[in-house]
C-alpha cells in the first residue's frame, strides 16, 4: 500500500515562505511524476505543479510561476513545494499526488489522472 504523507504547511502571513514535503512510504512503487494540487474551501481542486520523477522536469501552473519551486529528493523519496510571496488567495489544503502512466511531452493536469494521494496539509495565509 502506497502512502503519500504531506507536511509543512501552517499559517504565514503575506509575502511570507513555506516548504512542503510529500514523503512516499514505498520506495518502489511504480510513477512517472509527482504533482501537488490544492483544494481551497468551495472550489474544486486545481493543479499547482508537478515534477518528472525520473528527470526532473518541471511544470507549473501559470498564477504560481516564478514564486513556487517543486523539487524532488530520489534517495528520501520526497517531493517538495517550496512556496515564496504568498499571497491570501494561496490558502488552501494542499495535496501531493503521484501519477503512473507516461505522458508524452507534458504532464497530466487533472486530479482525476493521479493515482495515489497525500491526506493534505493546510496553508494559511493571513493579509
Known amino acids: 500500500q502506497v502512502q503519500l504523507v504531506e507536511s509543512g504547511g501552517g499559517l504565514v502571513q503575506a509575502g511570507g515562505s513555506l516548504r512542503l514535503s510529500c514523503a512516499a512510504s514505498?520506495?518502489?512503487?511504480?510513477?512517472?511524476?509527482m504533482g501537488w494540487f490544492r483544494q481551497a474551501p468551495g472550489k474544486e481542486r486545481e493543479f499547482v505543479a508537478a515534477?518528472?520523477?525520473?528527470?526532473?522536469?518541471?511544470y507549473y501552473a501559470d498564477f504560481v510561476k516564478g514564486r513556487f519551486t517543486i523539487s524532488k529528493d530520489y534517495a528520501q523519496n520526497t517531493v517538495y513545494l517550496q512556496m515564496n510571496s504568498l499571497k491570501p488567495e494561496d490558502t488552501a489544503v494542499y495535496y501531493c499526488?503521484?501519477?503512473?502512466?507516461?505522458?508524452?511531452?507534458?504532464?497530466?493536469?487533472?486530479?482525476?489522472?493521479?493515482?495515489?494521494w497525500g491526506q493534505g496539509t493546510q496553508v494559511t495565509v493571513s493579509s
Open positions: 499526488a503521484a501519477d503512473r502512466a507516461q505522458v508524452y511531452g507534458g504532464f497530466h493536469t487533472r486530479a482525476r489522472d493521479y493515482d495515489y
Open positions: 514505498a520506495r518502489t512503487f511504480s510513477r512517472t511524476a
Open positions: 515534477i518528472r520523477w525520473s528527470g526532473g522536469t518541471t
